[in-house]
């Protein structure tokens, strides 16, 4: 626990110390509802679990419903917050929202507290620090993932005043719902950019839904190998990748989650280099297309670096193998693992307007993705705020 007795930034006129309090002194707690599968129906009483809690919201995920005749806990009120104190996963530990309307025939289920307090705002944003996060997993049982409420109301943190605790909560109860809109203008883009590319591009008939004013022609399906060539990058042995070196080796995780990069001195013939604005698919253990926008390297034996004709727009065709990659993980459900080999892409139809027209979808979706992009951007730059503010508000 910091020794510190005020925290690093504050609203301006408070300057009292900060004092040290258990939970319990603060709040009040109350059990969730102990059920066996025999109680669970298709109506009654809503049981609140773990997958009802997703970023600091209630949302309607795998619900179940129990007899209500067998309810012997609270029900769930507006300003309430319900916290996980038992699960499998240990990141899940301590996820939590705030209630903001009365949810009459809800009830919590028996891994997770709900906790009652007039300070409900501060209190969840102080769920929400590292600080909490800390003293969970200091204090959670050594063989299974769980805070019994003895410990989780004896848990000590450090409180302002009623007046600046009011003052810092609403602070976070506003940001919190600035996040959650963003995140579902985000989710709703997205959405419609889907709903878009299912009407855009033509079905078996070979003519859209949906078409720019103008475009009446039927399209015309081809083998992607009669429109495009996919090269192999060059396959290096494990003691060929270098820490430092003349070109980055461009590998699949470097797409993805993996920072770390290699690096080659091998000069190589121009088609193993990778430009940017280049048209890549990677194949292997993670697959889909990118439209390169990084400095020359050498790309890796699992990437496809694709040659288009002349007559053909890779904007367009990077869209299409977008939505083709979506329909392949659409219909696999992620029960199996999915092969992409490269017959099988060459062999891949795609149906294509004229060059015009081609180009006027490319462009449509390229300004769509960028959209797309500067939204997350926004969300992922007021998860940051939130985040500084969490570590220089409380202490």
């Known amino acids: 626990m910091s020794k510190r007795k005020t925290p690093v930034l504050r609203f301006k006129g408070f300057h009292n110390d ?40 209630i949302i309607n995920a795998d619900n179940v419903y129990v007899d209500p005749k067998i309810v012997n806990s609270s029900n769930v009120k507006k300003g309430d917050l319900i916290v996980v104190v038992r699960n499998g996963s240990k990141s899940l530990l301590g996820k939590h929202a705030e209630v903001i309307r009365n949810m009459p025939n809800t009830v919590i289920g028996a891994f997770m507290t709900g906790i009652k307090t007039k300070h409900s705002n501060f209190v969840n944003a102080l769920l929400s620090t590292e600080l909490f996060k800390s003293e969970m997993h200091k204090n959670m049982g050594s063989t299974i993932n769980q805070i019994t409420g003895h410990i989780f109301s004896n ?17 976070f109860k506003i940001i919190n719902k600035i996040l959650f809109l963003q995140e579902r203008k985000y989710e709703e883009l997205k959405l419609l950019k889907k709903a878009l590319m299912q009407n855009m591009f033509a079905n078996k ?44 080796v461009l590998r699949v995780g470097n797409f ?51 040659i288009l004709k002349n007559n053909v727009d890779k904007f367009f065709v990077y869209e299409f193998l977008k ?16 092969h992409i080999t490269k017959s099988n ?14 180009k006027k979808i ?5 300004k769509f993705d960028n959209l797309i992009i500067a939204q997350n951007k926004k969300y992922n730059e007021l998860k940051f705020i939130k985040k500084f503010l969490l570590q220089n508000m409380f202490i």
């Open 18 to 57: 900060w004092e040290q309090r258990k939970l319990g002194d603060i709040v009040t707690f109350y059990r969730g509802l102990t059920y066996s599968p025999k109680n669970v129906h298709k109506t009654g009483t809503l049981v609140l679990r773990s997958s009802n809690v997703k970023n600091n919201v």
């Open 155 to 171: 848990m000590t943190f450090n409180f302002p005043k009623n007046k600046e605790q009011n003052k810092t909560g609403n602070l």
């Open 205 to 248: 008939s070979l003519y859209p839904k949906l078409r720019f004013k103008g475009f009446t022609d039927k399209w015309k399906q081809e083998k992607l190998n009669s429109i495009a060539s996919l090269l192999n990058g060059r396959a290096y042995k494990r003691n060929e990748l270098l820490n430092s070196g003349k070109y980055p």
């Open 256 to 306: 993805y989650t993996n920072d770390k990069w290699y690096f080659s001195n091998l000069e190589l013939k121009t088609n193993k280099y990778a430009i940017k604005g280049d048209l890549l698919y990677t194949w292997s253990a993670t697959f889909g297309p990118h439209i390169w926008t990084g400095k020359k390297v050498i790309y890796h034996y699992h990437i496809w670096k694709i």
């Open 323 to 338: 939505e083709d990659r979506d329909q392949l993980l659409r219909n696999t459900n992620g029960s199996t693992m999915i």
């Open 345 to 358: 892409m060459e062999n891949k139809y795609i149906s294509l307007p004229n060059k015009k027209g081609q």
């Open 362 to 366: 490319g462009n449509f979706f390229k």
